[in-house]
């Protein structure tokens, strides 16, 4: 595993080595020593996968105090850009983002940590997007920032009247309203 350090303090791109033949591939997706060796002591207590279509845009998500997650993210099928948004108040990259396609041609991971924002928008017709988290989901913690908030100025590919959002994320909050980090 290749790990590559990001412009955003803590946000890593992590890039697997694929054996592939005839058959297909292999391929060692996270090794705990390995990941400890570069990244730190994460210990992941879940692993989610969603499924989505062309268009639909799932961010920018976090969860609040206790119950924030670090997220170590790849696709499985299909291809997405997913978005990093740094919220640390005392960091120099403060407001930030970092985007990044994963798909299942380039098997790229993201590592998320906590104190950011997370989303990703689905550019093939359909995406099966997978994630660890090291920390459960809490609903009372969870908050949502606008994709299209002005002061990140995140440059999608894909006009928001195409976009298939959820309720919560249409009615994120702007950055400037939402509850951050220190």
Same mark, same amino acid.
């Given at each position: 595993m290749e790990y590559i350090m990001t412009s955003l303090e803590g946000v890593w791109i992590l890039e697997p080595k694929v054996f592939g033949d005839s058959r297909g591939y292999f391929m060692e997706t996270y090794q705990k020593a390995d990941f400890e060796r570069h990244i730190g002591d994460i210990t992941f207590v879940q692993d989610n996968e969603s499924k989505s279509s062309y268009g639909?845009?799932?961010? /920018?998500?976090?969860? &609040? $105090?206790?119950?924030?997650?670090? &997220?170590?993210?790849?696709?499985? &099928? $299909?291809?997405?850009?997913?978005?990093?948004?740094? /919220?640390? &108040?005392?960091?120099? =990259?403060? $407001?930030?983002?970092?985007?990044?396609e994963l798909s299942e041609e380039n098997k790229r991971q993201f590592f998320i940590p906590r104190g950011f924002a997370h989303g990703f928008l689905v550019m093939s017709e359909e995406a099966v997007f997978c994630y660890k988290v090291d920390n459960v989901y809490a609903p009372q913690a969870e908050c949502s920032i606008r994709f299209d908030d002005p002061t990140l100025n995140i440059q999608w590919p894909i006009p928001a009247e195409d976009m298939n959002l959820s309720p919560k994320d =249409?009615? $994120?909050v702007e950055l400037k309203d939402a509850v951050l980090f220190d």
């Open positions: 639909v845009l799932r961010g /920018l998500h976090y969860q &609040k $105090g206790d119950f924030s997650q670090a &997220k170590l993210v790849r696709v499985i &099928k $299909g291809r997405v850009l997913d978005v990093a948004v740094d /919220l640390r &108040k005392s960091s120099p =990259t403060f $407001g930030q983002h970092l985007m990044v =249409t009615n $994120g």
